[in-house]
């Protein structure tokens, strides 16, 4: 019997169709290895030569995307509050997850995406980021850990090599060499993966 596959996620805390990728993604991808894999989209649009979100950038297009993803959470019963902030910066959080082994980081990128998109926090401030790691049982010293020049350097890797596997945006998946984007592309990610195992 062959190894079950990995699927690889590629997310960023600021993505608002990322929050639904995370809250469903271990009950879908059940008895696959999911690879949680937070990265900077920032860095991404930079080199497509936007200097914000294209939701921001395209204000029909953010005006969509906020419905777009207020419908979806109903229809899955994912609590939603739209962020009075549009992105939060994501730095902090991505720097604390990359510490984190594999079998905790789902549970605090959850944690986090939940913070942002059903409670309004402000996930770049440092007592938000220490409230979860309080009410997770996590080490608090994570989120000093998270300046140090070592993680600041472990996330410019992850963004780095996000961009040299060609990930364009977030949600996105990849199984083996295999690319899906986004949050609606999860069942097809997920059966591809369950296909090579």
């Not at 805390?13 to 990728?21: C, D, E, G, L, N």
């Not at 914000?52 to 109903?74: E, H, Q, T």
């Not at 996930?123 to 080490?139: F, N, W």
């Amino acid at each position: 019997m062959s190894e079950p596959a990995t699927l690889q996620f590629w997310y960023d805390f600021a993505s608002p169709y990322s929050h639904i990728a995370a809250q469903i993604i271990e009950q879908k991808a059940a008895g696959l290895t999911v690879e949680w894999r937070p990265f900077l989209l920032g860095p991404i649009f930079k080199a497509q030569g936007w200097t914000d979100s294209p939701f921001n950038l395209y204000p029909a297009k953010g005006a969509y995307m906020m419905r777009d993803v207020a419908r979806l959470c109903a229809d899955l019963a994912l609590p939603w509050r739209r962020p009075s902030s549009f992105p939060r910066h994501s730095v902090l959080a991505a720097r604390v997850a990359l510490q984190l082994p594999p079998h905790e980081i789902g549970r605090f990128s959850r944690a986090v995406f939940h913070a942002n998109f059903a409670e309004d926090l402000d996930i770049a401030q440092e007592a938000v980021l220490m409230g979860l790691l309080r009410q997770l049982g996590l080490p608090l010293a994570l989120l000093d850990e998270a300046t140090a020049p070592e993680h600041k350097i472990q996330l410019r890797r992850a963004t780095e090599e996000a961009q040299a596997r060609s990930v364009f945006g977030a949600p996105f998946f990849l199984v083996g060499d295999e690319p899906f984007w986004g949050a609606d592309r999860l069942d097809q990610a997920v059966a591809w993966a369950r296909a090579q195992s």
